[in-house]
């Protein structure tokens, strides 16, 4: 299907680990990239690649893909990654592109 | 260093059009595709299409095909997003981000608000 899916909410405990799901068929063929958005701020990139973190994201982030499903991980959760969360990739034609539905992340 | 300066907020009535426009600063202008996303109030990304800047052809999302276009200018590093036919639903944030042909996107504008009221 062309669609990433995404769960809507999740909660982690200051200091703990969350992992953020993204899943889709073209998950398979193409790469993830992530991207964090605070209120009222654009999207940045947290992820691209699967795995790739750009110059000046923390290493807590980490990402992963196996079979239709891409991860983002949140290691040692500080308050200021409480954001939502989109995963995009190619459609499963290639030349388009989709994102997920997103998910908040709120850290407790 | 790199930047994408996006033009203000509009607001427009029912069925008229807008343009919204991204003018690139900080890097060669050819190299990077440049995407329009849409974002409702409260809602999540929705990818419109991208532009090549090096001949100006577009692809457009199924869901905005016939109703959105996309161009630029390169004299002036600058990208446009002309979107018809407005209603009331398409009130929402626009942004142009960047890519370099892998489909991920490292730089965004700051978004213009577009806003269709009668």
């Known amino acids: 299907s062309s669609e990433l899916t995404q769960d809507p909410d999740v909660s982690v405990a200051l200091g703990q680990t969350v992992r953020i799901t993204c899943q889709g068929d073209s998950l398979r063929n193409y790469y993830a990239s992530w991207y964090q958005q605070k209120s009222g701020q654009a999207p940045s990139l947290v992820l691209y690649g699967n795995n790739h973190r750009p110059s000046g994201i923390p290493d807590r982030f980490s990402g992963s893909r196996s079979g239709n499903t891409a991860s983002l991980t949140i290691t040692g959760a500080r308050a200021e990654d409480e954001a939502d969360y989109y995963c995009?990739?190619?459609?499963?034609?290639?030349?388009?592109?989709?994102f997920g539905g997103g998910t908040k992340v709120t850290v407790l | 260093q790199v930047q994408l300066v996006q033009s203000g907020a509009e607001v427009k009535k029912p069925g008229a059009s807008v343009k919204v426009s991204c003018r690139a600063f900080g890097y060669t202008f050819n190299s990077f595709y440049l995407h329009w996303v849409r974002q409702a109030p409260g809602q999540g990304l929705e990818w419109m299409g991208r532009v090549n800047p090096v001949d100006g052809s577009a692809t457009y999302a199924q869901k905005f095909q016939g109703r959105v276009t996309m161009t630029r200018d390169t004299s002036t590093s600058t990208v446009y997003m002309e979107l018809s036919g407005l209603r009331s639903e398409d009130t929402a944030m626009f942004f142009c981000?960047?890519?370099?042909?892998?489909?991920?996107?490292?730089?965004w504008g700051q978004g213009a608000l577009v806003t269709v009221s009668s």
């Open positions: 981000a960047r890519d370099e042909g892998m489909a991920y996107f490292d730089f």
């Open positions: 995009n990739s190619r459609d499963s034609s290639g030349y388009h592109v989709m």
